[in-house]
């Protein structure tokens, strides 16, 4: 073939190259952009503002929405709030988000979800994170959620936190004194009095150190008068997690073993922790907001209960307090923090 013939022949597959691909680039650049909205309760903004969120969850959720083919600034825009620690503002910014039609909102803690729910009837709800879901009136029924909300529950029942208390003194079995670090509601709720019926069981005295959401002045105050040997900070609050890097510093300056429910404490030099991995739940519930997204309804979608529980433990935590951790205990970590 010439090189005239040859060159026309190129600027013709050229052209139908062109032909062929100008109407996918026009699908790219019209297609469907998503409007989800993630809601903290406590929480700072800046924890959840970042392409790699520096908070645990929202991190986890913002990775499970990218591996489901969901990026920002493409076909996703991730709108972040957070009440900071002020639920009376929960209803104004469910309410925003609502009259700025998002396709989803998530919710991270029931009150907010219950907020929500009062805000709309049609917009989807995806909890990623609740606590006894039914008993609250969010959802009908854990199978068939009916209505618009649908989601993850981070609940195992009022015997957890027993169990926590349990693994606590099996680790440690020498101590004798426990705070548990709690509101008043929280307290006297099921799971508080699900760690009183325990300690007297295990040979502990349970001491209680009330706290307000944010503020823990009081609670501080009462543990360095009472001096217990360790601290417990069950599934309670929402506050006591987006608290928990201060509430670790005041047990390590006080040499006080922390028992959590969550590793994010135990990651942050708190002594041990037993309970459902958070930030998977938060991954979980990039997975409900896909299906709702492709034309899933929320109410059909039945809410997740926790399967499995991981035990952590930090083992320089316990080298710096000089504690010895029982081998039994250790034997059943999940993971441990070196």
């Known amino acids: 073939m010439t090189r005239p013939g040859l060159a026309f022949l190129v600027v013709v597959l050229l052209s139908v190259l062109t032909a062929l691909t100008m109407p996918l680039a026009a699908e790219a650049q019209t297609g469907k952009v998503y409007r989800v909205a993630l809601i903290f309760t406590t929480s700072p903004v800046s924890e959840m503002a970042e392409p790699e969120p520096t908070h645990p969850g929202a991190r986890a959720f913002v990775r499970g929405l990218r591996a489901l083919g969901y990026v920002e600034g493409q076909n996703l825009i991730l709108e972040h709030r957070s009440a900071e620690g002020r639920f009376d503002r929960f209803g104004d910014i469910v309410r925003e988000l609502v009259a700025g039609k998002v396709d989803v909102i998530v919710t991270t803690a029931n009150p907010t979800t219950r907020e929500a729910r009062r805000a709309t009837t049609t917009t989807p709800i995806v909890m990623a994170f609740s606590v006894d879901p039914v008993g609250f009136g969010l959802v009908a029924s854990l199978a068939r959620p009916g209505g618009n909300v649908t989601g993850l529950s981070g609940d195992a029942g009022p015997g957890l936190e027993g169990k926590q208390l349990e693994l606590l003194k099996?680790?440690?079995?020498?101590?004798?004194?426990?705070?548990?670090?709690?509101?008043?509601?929280?307290?006297?709720?099921?799971?508080?009095?699900?760690?009183?019926?325990?300690?007297?069981?295990?040979?502990?005295?349970?001491?209680?150190?009330?706290?307000?959401?944010?503020?823990?002045?009081?609670?501080?105050?009462?543990?360095e008068r009472e001096r217990p040997d360790a601290?417990?900070?069950?599934?309670?609050?929402?506050?006591?997690?987006?608290?928990?890097?201060?509430?670790?510093?005041?047990?390590?300056?006080?040499?006080?073993?922390?028992?959590?429910?969550?590793?994010?404490?135990t990651e942050v030099g708190g002594l041990m922790s037993y309970g459902v991995n958070v930030a998977d739940l938060y991954r979980r519930?990039?997975?409900?907001?896909?299906?709702?997204?492709?034309?899933?309804?929320?109410?059909?979608?039945?809410?997740?209960?926790?399967?499995?529980?991981?035990?952590?433990?930090?083992?320089?935590?316990?080298?710096?307090?000089?504690?010895?951790i029982s081998p039994a205990v250790l034997a059943r970590a999940d993971e441990v923090v070196q």
């Not at 705070?179 to 007297?200: C, I, M």
């Not at 601290?231 to 959590?260: C, H, K, S, W």
């Open 170 to 223: 099996e680790a440690l079995p020498k101590i004798a004194r426990v705070a548990l670090l709690g509101s008043r509601s929280e307290w006297e709720s099921p799971r508080g009095q699900s760690v009183r019926a325990a300690a007297p069981a295990l040979g502990l005295t349970l001491l209680h150190a009330e706290s307000a959401p944010n503020d823990y002045t009081g609670a501080f105050t009462t543990i």
């Open 231 to 265: 601290l417990f900070v069950g599934a309670f609050g929402p506050d006591l997690y987006a608290n928990r890097q201060r509430i670790v510093e005041f047990a390590t300056r006080n040499r006080l073993p922390v028992m959590a429910w969550s590793r994010d404490f």
């Open 285 to 324: 519930a990039a997975g409900y907001v896909d299906r709702i997204l492709k034309g899933a309804r929320p109410g059909d979608l039945p809410v997740e209960q926790p399967t499995a529980f991981e035990v952590v433990i930090n083992l320089k935590t316990a080298k710096a307090f000089g504690l010895t």
